[in-house]
């Protein structure tokens, strides 16, 4: 191959870069250790015709025409703004929680627990909500999700739920919501149409058959990159346990439902996946696949889901990130290069900058990571 890009990892943020580069003529070779292109972004049917999101559920939603058009030149998608709802006191309750549940069961005259600028996720959480509803529906179920108590956690981490104050269930209110017609991996497939990609090739393990691309955009975990050589990044995931239920049509009243009380079992939460798919489609398939999600710290850099959102951390990834931002022709990007939850449309937008950036570029720092002015 002459001159070319080498990008590392075709989910989302390999994907998008290689699919705007090929588009204005530039060569690329796109490398995967998985046995499938995508990365977190795929599914696979259950033998009974369900399809299962197979690196957990995945909401497609956008408020970004741009966007919106780009991920529809892949695929059809079908509506579906998901509802959730949490395990509390034994019944079903809606999450986020809705100010009638707090007037219900605190009375009309409740007020938030904390007042003041909070300084980490347990008293942001405080600033919405009762102290009781706190407890009941976030504290322990963000022990589960990082394993340590919330006030050590950033108050940035409050910012992905609310108090809703109306009707509107929807767990977001992004105009554009749906989900592939033909699943994750189909789109993913299609975005990498007529892009080279080698797939169960481990660049790490290969790096000098590499050695000639012009540039190397490498979008797995930044501290594996260095052979952990600072210390290792922490990670948390979730372990998955399904199950087939033959003779039963749907088990829950829609597709997440949150388990934040340790007594009704450790799982922090019980996906069906039936409600994720069309409702005519669904209605069709016998019984139902349920899984419940275990939160473990995560060691094997493959299976890495959410960055720890804490300081320490926080401090170890920059000292990773300055290093890699003196290595010419070398952009380490994405959710595991940036050490960042991006959901899908926000690492879509920045593969796309980071794409016209390194088009745009002459020089070989060109599309180095500037966290500050970047992120959406
Ligand atoms: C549990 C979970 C649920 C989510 N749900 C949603 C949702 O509902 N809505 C939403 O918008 N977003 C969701 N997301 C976010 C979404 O998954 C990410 O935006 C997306 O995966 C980012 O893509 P990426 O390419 O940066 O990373 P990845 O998808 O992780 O892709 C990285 C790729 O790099 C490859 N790779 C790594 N190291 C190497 C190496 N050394 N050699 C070769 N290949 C390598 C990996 O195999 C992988 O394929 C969720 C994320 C998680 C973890």
Not at 289 to 307: A, F, H, K, L, W
């Amino acid at each position: 191959m002459g001159s070319y890009h080498l990008i590392v990892g075709s989910g989302l943020t390999g994907a998008v870069i290689a699919r705007q580069l090929v588009d204005v003529g530039e060569r690329v070779l796109v490398v995967d250790r998985r046995s499938h292109v995508g990365g977190n972004v795929h599914d696979h049917f259950h033998p009974s015709g369900i399809r299962i999101h197979t690196y957990g559920p995945h909401y497609f939603r956008t408020n970004d025409e741009g966007l919106w058009a780009f991920v529809r030149r892949f695929s059809v998608f079908y509506k579906y703004e998901p509802e959730l709802k949490s395990f509390v006191d034994g019944g079903f309750e809606n999450w986020p929680v809705t100010t009638s549940y707090i007037r219900r069961t605190i009375g009309e005259q409740w007020e938030p627990a904390f007042k003041g600028k909070p300084s980490n996720f347990e008293e942001a959480s405080l600033s919405m909500m009762p102290l009781a509803i706190y407890e009941k529906f976030v504290k322990s179920y963000t022990q589960k999700q990082w394993g340590v108590p919330p006030r050590t956690l950033s108050a940035d981490l409050a910012k992905r739920f609310d108090v809703r104050a109306d009707n509107d269930l929807r767990l977001v209110k992004h105009k554009h919501q749906g989900i592939p017609e033909n699943g994750y991996a189909e789109f993913m497939r299609r975005m990498l149409e007529g892009v080279p990609v080698l797939l169960n090739c481990d660049y790490l393990k290969c790096r000098e058959e590499f050695k000639l691309a012009q540039k190397t955009i490498f979008t797995g975990p930044i501290d594996e990159y260095f052979g952990f050589d600072l210390g290792r990044l922490k990670y948390r995931s979730q372990r998955r346990e399904h199950e087939y239920l033959p003779n039963v049509g749907f088990a829950q009243p829609c597709g997440q439902v949150n388990n934040p009380d340790p007594a009704n079992g450790p799982h922090i939460r019980t996906l069906e996946w039936k409600h994720m798919m069309p409702c005519d489609y669904a209605k069709q398939i016998r019984g139902t696949v349920i899984s419940r999600e275990m939160t473990i710290t995560q060691d094997n850099p493959n299976d890495y889901e959410y960055p720890f959102p804490d300081e320490t951390n926080a401090r170890l990834y920059q000292r990773y990130r300055e290093r890699a931002d003196l290595i010419p022709n070398l952009l380490i990007c994405g959710r595991l290069g940036e050490y960042r939850y991006y959901d899908m449309d926000q690492a879509i937008a920045r593969s796309m900058l980071l794409a016209r950036r390194i088009t745009g570029s002459k020089s070989g720092n060109a599309g180095k990571i500037n966290r500050q002015n970047t992120s959406k």
